[in-house]
Each structure stands twice: as structure tokens, then as C-alpha cells.
């Protein structure tokens, strides 16, 4: 199974925020030896969200999508994952119990009764409205669930999570250490590589063409880099995958940067 990452918010692609859950994604996946396949960003457009789920929904990946689970005008997300598989919205029996929960957190803290009835509390229900056959996500920070959404290909699954981050990464780590403790570390991963200095990629084609053909465990990564005040022009050159094959795939570029007479020098 491949993993991706669904990012949404407009206000991420006008720039009023920097996203950051890519790079914790990483970091949470990189810790547990698993890795991240794809990613794509989308705006507030429930047709392209739509579309968007309906592609990811038919795969067998294991999707985290964050942003508009709320139940604001902007937040399409719960609406656009019911349109893609065709199914209504229902309020999750959990969910309620969860979100009446939080209400009831509130009204303690501010020192009043809960009014359960009121047209503000009724809304936040709204929030617990997920696709029918959806199963809920804890969210530790306030308990206003996220939701889960088996594929339709059978395998692999989409979880919905909030767009704040102190959410939505908790989140995603429950799901990781809940769902696929199974799969961390299973494949070994190694990575070495080295910066060539003054070198054009055409003229190193050649040499990460032979590497590859001759270590298939392997693959080799190319990334220029045109200098700045503290490094000139140099190429980020290496290799990674399986271990055993990484460690003499690394050897024999060096040896052809150096048949190659190329400046280098190996990355820590």
C-alpha cells in the first residue's frame, strides 16, 4: 500500500498560512520506517474535492487528509467524502456522544448548565455528521472526532482529521500505532549520498544509469543545486533502498566520479 496526503485550505494557497502538516507527516512516517508516496494541496472547491476523494477513495492507499471537517461555509470536506461514495451524511452515535461531551466540558468551565437544545449546540452536532459506514478518529485536544472511510478498491483507507495541527497529528499518529503497527520497519531502508561540485547532470546520466541497471534495489537521486554564500554549484548525488544493496551501489559512483574526475565530497 502506498501512503498519501490530502492537504486542504485555501487559506494554505493564498499563503495566509504556511502548511505545515507535509514536513510532520514525513516525520511521522520516518520514524516508524514508512514513507510518504504522494501528496497533493487542494482549495475550498468542493468539485475538485470531490473528484479528488472519488480517484484517492478507488485506490488502495492509506490517505491522511486534513483540513474542512468543520461545519462552516468554507468546510466542504465531510460533504465532498459522502459525494464521492455516494452516501448520505449521518450524525455518528459516537461522534454526538463525543461532541456533547465537549459541550458539556464548557458549560463546566463556565461555570452554567449545558443546553444541549440550543440552536448553537445543535450546530456543533454538525461536526459528527459523517459518510454513512464511517468509524470516528479520537481527537485527544478537544473531542470532536475526526472520521475513517474504508477504500472502495477493498484495501487501504482514508482518515479525515481537522486542519489545526495540535489536532490533527495526534490524530494521525493514533491512526498509525492503531491501524498499521504491522507494517512499521518492515522494509529496510538505507541512503547515502555526496555533493559534486562544478559537475552537470548531463555529463553524470550516464553513471546513474549503469548504477541503477546494476543494483535494481536501489535508486539513485540527482539534486542541483546553483550555490549560495556558504556553497557553490553543486549536485546533491546518492543512493537509497535496500541496505545491502545501497553500501556497493554507494562505491561504485564514487569510483565513476572518480574515473569521471569529479570534485565531490560524501555527506555525513
Not at 2 to 22: M, P, Q, T, V, W
Not at 106 to 112: D, N, T
Not at 146 to 159: D, E, I, M
Request: include cysteine.
Amino acid at each position: 500500500m502506498a501512503i498519501g496526503l490530502i492537504i486542504i485550505g485555501d487559506e494554505i494557497l493564498s499563503g495566509r498560512r504556511i502548511d505545515k502538516h507535509f514536513p510532520k507527516v514525513l516525520e511521522l512516517l520516518t520514524q516508524r520506517g514508512l514513507q510518504l508516496s504522494w501528496a497533493e494541496y487542494l482549495g475550498d472547491d468542493p468539485q475538485r474535492i470531490t473528484a479528488t476523494l472519488k480517484r484517492t477513495l478507488a485506490s488502495d492507499d492509506i490517505v491522511f487528509c486534513t483540513g474542512g471537517i468543520g461545519a462552516t461555509p468554507d468546510d466542504h470536506t465531510r460533504q465532498c467524502a459522502a459525494a464521492a461514495l455516494g452516501v448520505p451524511l449521518l450524525l455518528h452515535p459516537d461522534a454526538r456522544r463525543r461532541i456533547q461531551e465537549r459541550i458539556g466540558d464548557m458549560a463546566g468551565e463556565a461555570g452554567v448548565t449545558p443546553d444541549f437544545d440550543s440552536p448553537e449546540n445543535l450546530h456543533r452536532l454538525k461536526m459528527g455528521e459523517f459518510p454513512e459506514g464511517a468509524d470516528i478518529i479520537p481527537n485527544p485536544y478537544n473531542k470532536i472526532p475526526g472520521f475513517s472511510l474504508r477504500n472502495t478498491s477493498g484495501q487501504g483507507a482514508h482518515y479525515f482529521a481537522p486542519g489545526f495541527p495540535v489536532m490533527a497529528w495526534p490524530m494521525f499518529e493514533w491512526v498509525l500505532e492503531t491501524h498499521y503497527a504491522d507494517l512499521f520497519h518492515r522494509q529496510a531502508w538505507a541512503e547515502r549520498s555526496m555533493l559534486v561540485f562544478e559537475s552537470a547532470e548531463s555529463t553524470l546520466t550516464p553513471l546513474m544509469e549503469a548504477i541503477e541497471a546494476e543494483f535494481t534495489q536501489v535508486k539513485v537521486f540527482s539534486l542541483p543545486h546553483v550555490g549560495d554564500q556558504q556553497t557553490r554549484r553543486h549536485i546533491d548525488l546518492g543512493v537509497k533502498g535496500d541496505p545491502q544493496q545501497v553500501a556497493p551501489a554507494f562505491e561504485k559512483l564514487q569510483q565513476g566520479l572518480r574515473q569521471l574526475k569529479a570534485e565531490y565530497q560524501v555527506s555525513a
